[in-house]
């Protein structure tokens, strides 16, 4: 079992930055893509943006593209993060982690994901 713990949400002006971080632990970390979703309040949850295990892959939706950045820590794999800038009011939401047991991954939807955290809550006044 791997368990999921994010961190790093809060409240932000529109326009300004944050930086979120998740750490996975628990059963040996085989490699794991590890990615982002959201969701925001009366919203499904949607993809935001994920990495490969080697970092070298990395996927965004459309919306965030330009703006916020996946990253994953090269010496403790287990580690990713979202720096997010330009922050937009509708980008309010719970922002969770998730992963799958492979290398690298592409079909980033709800239904595909192994393993979840609770979540982060970002909120951006306006």
């Known amino acids: 079992q791997v368990q999921l713990v994010e961190s790093g949400g809060g409240l932000v002006q529109a326009g300004g930055s944050l930086r979120l971080s998740c750490a996975a632990s628990?059963?040996?970390?085989?490699?794991?893509?590890m990615g982002w979703f959201r969701q925001g309040p009366g919203k499904e949850r949607e993809f935001v943006a994920a990495?490969?295990?080697?970092?070298?892959?990395?996927?965004y939706v459309d919306s965030v593209k330009g703006r916020f950045t996946v990253s994953r820590d090269h010496a403790e794999k287990n580690m990713i993060y979202l720096q997010m800038s330009g922050l937009k009011p509708d980008e309010t939401a719970v922002y969770y982690c998730?992963?799958?047991?492979?290398?690298?991954?592409?079909?980033?939807?709800?239904?595909?994901?192994?393993?979840w955290g609770k979540g982060t809550l970002v909120t951006v006044s306006s």
């Open positions: 628990g059963r040996a970390f085989s490699p794991y893509a």
């Open positions: 990495i490969s295990w080697s970092g070298l892959s990395t996927y």
């Open positions: 998730a992963a799958v047991s492979r290398e690298d991954y592409i079909a980033w939807t709800v239904e595909n994901m192994e393993y």
